[in-house]
């Protein structure tokens, strides 16, 4: 694998994934609320049927997060919407905790006035750093692992109202092409959708001939290395940069007949036939598929910063929706992909869901 073909798709990845998207990085915490309600924190796992049989041997029992309402434990004949929200690329559900400062965030939103929910952090990191939320024999289909197997392990064990209208799916960044993604095509599970600053919903930019416009500095490091892989294990050795380029191959290019990482990058004679597959995976090239689904929704909100790298693609996102009359609110806020992310959660997103999620009770 030629050096400089390395370092032209490590930067055409980079586009994709803005480097605050792709670690930990401080946010900003809005000020506590004396006397907010207490929310209580469940650790659990979740059994993936959808990820059995992964070829990347990635764990199919999830960590999960469960955050509780105040009332859940006094007022035990209470049912509740669930809202679940989907991490960003890297930082697994345990680090985006922390990202968006829950349960702080959560119990302010309450204080605030919000109505009482069920928050449901599901981790869906990878051996590569996520798992796009696709559908993959090499990653496992975490698409279904969300909207099936998640889903019926929340109704099946807490006092949920188990009805479309009465579920939300937000997710930022990764977990905000997850959100564009799942919400597309399961309009029979979730009924409100908030996508903030989702990443990889535009078709990955095809390399000039030349491609000098592209062009980063060589490094036969990285040759060396994906050559020497023995398993996906093996990314540990690897520039970081690499793993966003791994992650999106395993999830929208798998190769069940190419061990050991059983998948295929867009490089050399299979590049065009690469990216075609990574295309296909694009909700701003499939949206037009899924505008019957997209009606569907009680409401759809999508924002994004105004420094955020991703802002061009949000942008086009909400024209779509606009272009066919589907209703969606949206804001450009100030701020980078990540600064003021636990304020949106606090102000924008639990409210949002308080007001279009249903909180009768069918049964």
């Given at each position: 694998?030629?050096?400089?073909k390395?370092?032209?798709?490590?930067?055409?990845?980079?586009?994709?994934?803005p480097a605050?998207?792709?670690?930990?990085?401080?946010?900003?915490?809005?000020?506590?609320?004396?006397?907010?309600?207490?929310?209580?924190?469940?650790?659990?796992?979740?059994?993936?049927?959808?990820?059995?049989?992964?070829?990347?041997?990635?764990?199919?029992?999830?960590?999960?997060?469960?955050?509780?309402?105040?009332?859940?434990?006094?007022d035990?004949?209470?049912?509740?919407?669930?809202?679940?929200?989907?991490?960003g690329?890297?930082?697994?559900?345990?680090?985006?905790?922390?990202?968006?400062?829950?349960?702080?965030?959560?119990?302010?939103?309450?204080?605030k006035?919000?109505r009482?929910?069920?928050?449901?952090l599901p981790?869906s990191?990878?051996?590569?750093?996520?798992?796009?939320?696709?559908?993959?024999?090499?990653?496992?289909?975490?698409?279904?692992?969300?909207?099936?197997?998640?889903?019926?392990?929340?109704?099946?064990?807490?006092?949920?109202?188990?009805?479309?209208?009465?579920?939300?799916?937000?997710?930022?960044?990764?977990?905000?092409?997850?959100?564009?993604?799942?919400?597309?095509?399961?309009?029979?599970?979730?009924?409100?959708?908030?996508?903030?600053?989702?990443?990889?919903?535009?078709p990955?930019?095809?390399?000039?001939?030349?491609?000098?416009?592209?062009?980063?500095?060589?490094?036969?490091?990285?040759?060396?290395?994906?050559?020497a892989?023995?398993?996906?294990?093996?990314?540990?050795?690897?520039?970081?940069?690499?793993?966003?380029m791994?992650?999106?191959?395993?999830?929208?290019?798998?190769?069940?007949?190419?061990?050991?990482?059983?998948?295929?990058?867009?490089i050399?004679?299979?590049?065009?036939?690469?990216?075609?597959?990574?295309?296909?995976?694009?909700?701003?090239?499939?949206?037009?598929?899924?505008?019957?689904?997209?009606?569907r929704?009680?409401?759809?909100a999508i924002?994004?910063?105004?420094?955020?790298?991703?802002?061009?693609?949000?942008?086009?996102?909400?024209?779509?929706?606009?272009?066919?009359g589907?209703?969606?609110?949206f804001?450009?806020?100030?701020?980078t992909?990540?600064?003021?992310?636990?304020?949106?959660?606090?102000?924008?997103?639990?409210?949002?869901?308080?007001?279009?999620?249903?909180?009768?009770?069918?049964?």
């Amino acid at each position: 694998m030629p050096a400089n073909k390395i370092a032209i798709l490590t930067f055409c990845i980079a586009l994709a994934f803005p480097a605050a998207a792709l670690a930990q990085v401080g946010t900003n915490l809005p000020d506590p609320i004396p006397g907010a309600p207490t929310v209580t924190v469940e650790h659990i796992k979740v059994h993936g049927v959808s990820l059995e049989g992964n070829l990347e041997g990635d764990a199919v029992d999830r960590d999960v997060q469960v955050f509780l309402p105040p009332s859940y434990a006094t007022d035990p004949s209470r049912r509740y919407p669930v809202v679940y929200a989907l991490h960003g690329f890297w930082i697994g559900a345990e680090q985006w905790t922390h990202e968006i400062h829950v349960p702080q965030t959560i119990e302010g939103a309450y204080a605030k006035g919000a109505r009482e929910m069920i928050i449901v952090l599901p981790d869906s990191k990878t051996v590569y750093g996520g798992s796009m939320y696709s559908s993959s024999a090499t990653t496992g289909d975490f698409e279904n692992f969300i909207a099936h197997d998640l889903v019926t392990y929340i109704d099946a064990h807490y006092r949920t109202i188990p009805d479309r209208n009465s579920r939300g799916l937000v997710g930022h960044s990764m977990g905000g092409y997850g959100a564009t993604r799942i919400g597309m095509k399961h309009p029979d599970v979730f009924g409100s959708l908030y996508i903030m600053s989702p990443c990889c919903i535009a078709p990955r930019i095809v390399v000039p001939k030349n491609g000098t416009a592209f062009m980063m500095p060589d490094d036969p490091k990285n040759d060396a290395a994906i050559a020497a892989m023995k398993s996906p294990a093996d990314v540990a050795n690897l520039p970081f940069q690499l793993h966003p380029m791994l992650a999106s191959a395993a999830a929208w290019s798998p190769d069940p007949k190419k061990p050991p990482l059983y998948l295929d990058l867009p490089i050399g004679d299979d590049k065009d036939a690469v990216l075609e597959k990574w295309t296909a995976n694009a909700p701003l090239a499939f949206i037009d598929q899924y505008i019957q689904n997209l009606r569907r929704y009680r409401a759809i909100a999508i924002d994004v910063g105004d420094q955020d790298g991703l802002k061009t693609d949000t942008v086009k996102l909400h024209e779509a929706l606009d272009s066919y009359g589907i209703a969606n609110s949206f804001e450009i806020f100030p701020g980078t992909h990540t600064s003021n992310v636990a304020f949106r959660f606090q102000d924008h997103v639990l409210p949002f869901f308080s007001k279009n999620l249903s909180f009768e009770v069918w049964l």
